[in-house]
Nanobody, 123 residues
Framework: QVQLVESGGGLVQAGRSLRLSCAAS????????MGWYRQAPGKQRELVAA???????NYADSVKGRFTVSRDNAKNSVYLQMNSLKPEDTAVYYC?????????????????WGQGTQVTVSS
């Protein structure tokens, strides 16, 4: 089993910054991509940012230039630095990781989700 634990959410005013953290623990051989998704009330969950094990990144157009995703492979952790926050960034943010897991016949990649952390940006 693998657990993802997020932290760093909260209530901030527009224009301010927040940093989200997510640490993976459990039966981990290695981690491929890690990333952040968000879901606002009444909307579908969407990708915010992702980062591969080699450090390549991908961002949603709505956050490019404001958010930065990073990871610490030694700590099995991923981070999301969110600057210039806007009210439309308000959502529950979920950490996601594709973890290489040992099974009887070898290893397989499995995707795991964190429990989510609320980010609220007031105008």
């Amino acid at each position: 089993q693998v657990q993802l634990v997020e932290s760093g959410g909260g209530l901030v005013q527009a224009g301010r910054s927040l940093r989200l953290s997510c640490a993976a623990s459990g039966s981990i051989l290695s981690i491929n991509a890690m990333g952040w998704y968000r879901q606002a009330p009444g909307k579908q969950r969407e990708l915010v940012a992702a980062i591969t094990s080699g450090g390549s990144t991908n961002y949603a157009d709505s956050v490019k230039g404001r958010f930065t995703v990073s990871r610490d492979n030694a700590k099995n952790s991923v981070y999301l630095q969110m600057n210039s926050l806007k009210p439309e960034d308000t959502a529950v943010y979920y950490c996601n990781a594709e973890v290489n897991t040992r099974v009887v016949l070898g290893t397989i990649p499995l995707k795991y989700w964190g429990q989510g952390t609320q980010v609220t940006v007031s105008s």
